[in-house]
């Protein structure tokens, strides 16, 4: 396993910096499958190829254009990931979180993190978006497996709200106002990138998990660790496996994400409006 060192942040977050001109992003975005639109919506945009970036993996899932946009966001300073990287396409934990320790290092003091998933709960929709309240990670090590680095946090950090509540209930506000439904539940992490057998998803079930995917899980550990505030949402893109009798299919995802679009558009600005 790869194992980064301070200096290799850093040196990330300084040739950054110098295409930046001076600006500081507070509020770091991932965007997930077929979200990553809003990235394009920023005002005033700076945009940096991931593999023009010392030390970074570059996202090959579909739907992910593999850039940071940086720039403005209903009048927040953002850093938005459009595309993020998996432990699926060969990455280490600490590869596909690399990217949240360096913008910690620009000045991002939030994280928002979005995803499209496998819906659980059988009293949920596809098509629902859920605010994620906690989640479950019981496979494989940590993206903090490794010799701990002090500059960002310590050895052993809480994970008691890695989802901070003042967030949630900033989110929980910002869907009363639009109007929009909103789900809330505990996403549960798979390696993927076969999606999770009807078996796992009872399994999940029986957990306590409302929601299953292949990300958001190794890059929340790694931004409660560097003490960051983090708001998760997720859009339920379809009914896991054995929920319905069909097959589940990559399109599919993407499809659900574009019919989403505005609903998810708006809720993800109206809550960079009330931080």
């Known amino acids: 396993m790869s194992q980064y ?5 850093q040196e990330s977050a300084e040739a950054i910096r110098a295409r930046l001109g001076g600006f500081v992003p507070r509020v770091a975005m991932v965007l997930g499958s077929g979200l990553g639109f809003l990235g394009d919506e920023v005002e005033q945009p700076i945009a940096v190829d991931y593999h023009d970036i010392p030390h970074f993996k570059v996202s090959t899932a579909p739907g992910h254009k593999g850039r940071l946009v940086f720039g403005l966001l209903e009048g927040q300073p953002v850093a938005v990931m459009q595309g993020r990287m998996h432990h699926y ?3 280490s934990y600490e590869e596909v979180s690399y990217a949240v320790r360096v913008l910690r290092l620009l000045g991002c003091e939030t994280l928002i993190v979005t995803n499209a998933a496998g819906c659980v ?3 949920w929709a596809a098509g629902d978006l859920m605010l994620i309240t906690d989640h479950i990670k019981l496979f494989m090590e940590s993206p903090l497996r490794g010799a701990n680095l002090p500059q960002f946090g310590p050895r052993f950090p809480d994970a008691s709200h890695l989802y901070t509540p003042a967030l949630l209930g ?4 910002a869907a009363a106002q639009l109007g929009i439904p909103l789900r809330e539940g505990v996403y549960m992490y798979f390696p993927g990138p076969q999606y999770e ?6 399994f999940a079930r029986v957990a306590g998990a409302d929601a299953v995917g292949m990300s958001t899980a190794p890059e929340v550990i790694t931004a409660g660790h560097c003490g960051m505030q983090v708001l998760g949402l997720t859009l339920l893109s379809n009914m896991a496996a054995g929920i319905l009798d069909q097959p589940l299919s990559e399109q599919e995802v993407l499809d659900a994400a574009a019919a989403a679009r505005e609903k998810f558009s708006g809720l993800v600005r109206e809550c960079l409006k009330r931080m």
């Open 5 to 9: 060192t301070f200096a290799q942040y």
């Open 89 to 91: 396409e060969g990455y």
């Open 121 to 123: 709960n059988r009293d």
């Open 170 to 173: 900033l989110a929980r506000e």
């Open 197 to 202: 057998t009807p078996a796992e998803v009872r």
